[in-house]
C-alpha cells in the first residue's frame, strides 16, 4: 500500500467527494 500516491490522489481530489474516499 503505497500512502504517498493515496496523499496525492486526496490533493488532486481536495474539491470534490473524494475526501470521503480519502478517508477525511
Do not use: E, T
Amino acid at each position: 500500500m503505497d500512502l504517498n500516491v493515496n496523499q496525492k490522489k486526496a490533493v488532486r481530489c481536495i474539491s470534490g467527494p473524494c475526501l470521503i474516499l480519502a478517508g477525511a
